[in-house]
């Protein structure tokens, strides 16, 4: 009768932690089992071992809720950080188009002002130009009079 205990208990006959609990069970009310009462002894290590058995299902499972409350949370967490660095990525983006756009009017402002100077400087330079080649005619001009006063023999100014 002893040997079919952990079967009648839902338990497998080589359970170490069914059968130490039974030998505990079984050596803390030794001296107070009799013929009459044994019965109830393995009806109550049977109830008893089912509750232990009912304690650590729902530890289990209150384990595997904890574990799945926590993978939601995480995965709520990853979302929102997902979120926001979406939100991070299209600010960023906003910027470097801005900063894209800026550019190419700094750039257009540039180029413009650099064609206003050398077109300014190319007009100075063709009218300083044409002031020199006067000036030149006229020193060359000078000095063809003087060079004809000179053959003439009149003076310089008389003319």
């Known amino acids: ?54 304690r ?3 530890a289990r499972m209150q384990a595997e809720q904890q574990q799945r409350a926590a993978y939601r949370a995480s995965e709520e967490a990853r979302a929102q950080v997902k979120a926001r660095n979406r939100q991070i990525a299209l600010e960023h983006q906003a910027k470097v188009e801005r900063a894209t756009e800026m550019t190419t009017v700094t750039l257009s402002v540039i180029g413009g002002a650099l064609g206003l100077f050398l077109s300014v400087a190319l007009l100075l330079a063709f009218l300083a130009i044409e002031g020199h080649s006067r000036a030149m005619r006229a020193a060359v001009e000078s000095m063809v009079r003087l060079a004809e006063q000179r053959e003439t023999g009149s003076s310089p100014h008389s003319v």
């Not at 006959?13 to 069914?18: G, I």
């Not at 001296?31 to 109830?40: G, M, Q, V, Y």
């Open 56 to 58: 650590e299902a729902a």
């Open 1 to 54: 009768m002893a040997l079919e205990v952990p079967g009648r208990c839902g338990a497998r006959d080589d359970d170490a932690t069914f059968l130490a609990n039974y030998r505990q069970a079984f050596e803390s009310v030794k001296p107070r089992i009799s013929s009459t009462n044994l019965d109830a002894f393995y009806t109550g290590l049977c109830n008893a071992w089912e509750a232990v058995l009912q």
